[in-house]
């Protein structure tokens, strides 16, 4: 018989379930694994941890959706021995034989854990959000679970068309004194961001996405990444999928990089620059706008975020990867601390994520044509332009890799973004232009 199915579908990658392990304390899976259908996992993928520090994932393959204890615990330990052996010096223990239940104490029974130091430094956390009513619970949920002794919450909600938003902050959080609603009314995630930026009182703005759930020591993670260095002005965090059902979202977590690294950075136009051709330019590399944090006093001394970038204009994208940036230019530090986790649930469409790809790609070649545009940056950006845009055009055959040669790429998607990069310059300037008639833009330059 003729399979009638497009390759696409017979070729769709298996549905991973999608969770963390700590190895101070584990707790794994005795019972199958299964789907809201009922239908048992194939394969799995945990995030490791060590006394809350990511060390990386393991993917296995489940059988019935049960998951082999002893084959976790033996991949673990192979992948990881090096990177826990260095975090038990630091606790001043030594490194296991193997690992298993009841190995490694738990973080509350460490004396000297480097993990359970509090900064009591001051937090704002600004979330923005647009006619998403339907997911904030869950994003909220995460927020009230954090802990931090001097933290406030504001969810700027940007030029709504009604107020299910309002309504769902209010039955939720609405009698929370951490908790602040805001409304911004002219439209675009630049100018909710800085509307979040003008709110805040804390020494550190942190800024999420409605669509994320962040971890229990999320707060505590950034704060640790402004300690990576003597002049750090932004902290990002890593970003870990949250589900793995369906074609969209192994797409996406193919072609993004923040997804997946485990290891700190700092990154610097001095001693620790990256080895990019177009660094530090280069996309990406730094991080998500759905996990950062900077110093508010930074970022007001910076012009806060470029209104003619971001999703709400024409450009849809970019203001992250601009912000980035302009820290780097600036003078500052950026740092990379994976230990400040956020859970991502991505695009689950096909529709929805050519979408999102094509706002990847006009906004990244805005925010380098804004660039371009400044004398500053200018002679910096025209001496690696030719190979940098080389190296972003291929990005369709890294992400190919990463999605695996045996599976069927969706199709449109890299044609999408690649469109999106040649029409991204000239949609920047009609952005540019319309914030300047609405009296915004700054960021600057």
């Known amino acids: ?41 194939a394969q799995i993928r945990l995030l490791a941890r060590l006394h809350a520090e990511p060390l990386g994932y393991v993917n296995l393959q489940l059988r019935d959706g049960i998951l082999n204890h002893d084959e976790f615990f033996e991949t673990a330990h192979l992948a990881f021995a090096d990177r826990m052996a260095v975090h038990l010096r630091g606790d001043g223990r030594r490194m296991v034989p193997a690992l298993g239940p009841g190995v490694i104490p738990p973080r509350e029974q460490v004396a000297h854990c480097s993990r359970a130091m509090v900064d009591p430094t001051s937090v704002t956390v600004v979330v923005c959000t647009r006619n998403r009513a339907a997911m904030l619970p869950a994003c909220l949920a995460g927020l009230q679970a954090l802990d931090h002794p001097d933290l406030e919450v504001v969810i700027v909600d ?121 660094y530090p330019y280069s996309a990406g590399v730094f991080g998500a706008g759905a996990n950062f944090a900077v110093r508010a006093g930074m970022i007001r001394e910076l012009g806060g975020f ?44 096909l529709d929805a994520l050519r979408k999102q790809m094509w706002g990847y790609g006009t906004g990244l070649t805005a925010y380098l044509v804004k660039h371009l545009g400044d004398r500053r940056s200018r002679t910096d950006i025209l001496t690696k332009l030719p190979v940098g845009l080389w190296k972003i055009w291929k990005i369709g055959d890294a992400t190919r890799e990463s999605y695996g040669r045996e599976h069927t790429m969706p199709r449109g998607l890299l044609a999408r973004e690649r469109a999106g990069m040649v029409a991204g310059p000239i949609l920047y300037a009609q952005s540019r232009a319309a914030a300047q008639r609405s009296g915004g833009v700054d960021a600057r330059s």
């Open 306 to 349: 470029d209104e003619a970038l971001g999703a709400g204009t024409l450009t849809e994208g970019g203001e992250d990867l601009d912000a980035f940036v302009r820290v780097l230019l600036g003078g500052y530090q950026l740092a990379y601390e994976p230990a400040a986790l956020v859970w991502h649930s991505h695009r689950s469409d």
């Open 1 to 41: 018989m003729t399979d009638s199915r497009q390759p696409w579908q017979r070729s769709r990658p298996v549905p991973t379930f999608c969770g963390e392990i700590e190895l101070g304390d584990p707790v794994l899976p005795t019972a199958p694994v299964v789907q809201e259908s009922g239908e048992p996992y």
């Open 158 to 278: 940007n030029a709504p068309s009604d107020d299910s938003t309002r309504a769902v902050f209010d039955r939720l959080v609405g009698s929370s004194p951490r908790f602040r609603y805001v409304r911004e009314d002219r439209p675009g995630l630049s100018c909710a961001r800085n509307r979040g930026v003008a709110e805040a009182r804390g020494e550190v703005i942190a800024f999420t996405d409605d669509d994320v759930r962040v971890d229990g020591g999320w707060v505590a993670g950034l704060l640790r990444g402004f300690r990576q260095g003597a002049n750090v002005g932004c902290v990002t965090g890593l970003v870990s999928t949250a589900t793995l059902e369906n074609l969209a979202e192994y797409y996406f977590d193919s072609r993004v990089t923040w997804a997946s690294s485990c290891q700190p950075h700092l990154y610097d136009l001095d001693r620790h620059r990256l080895a990019h051709p177009l």
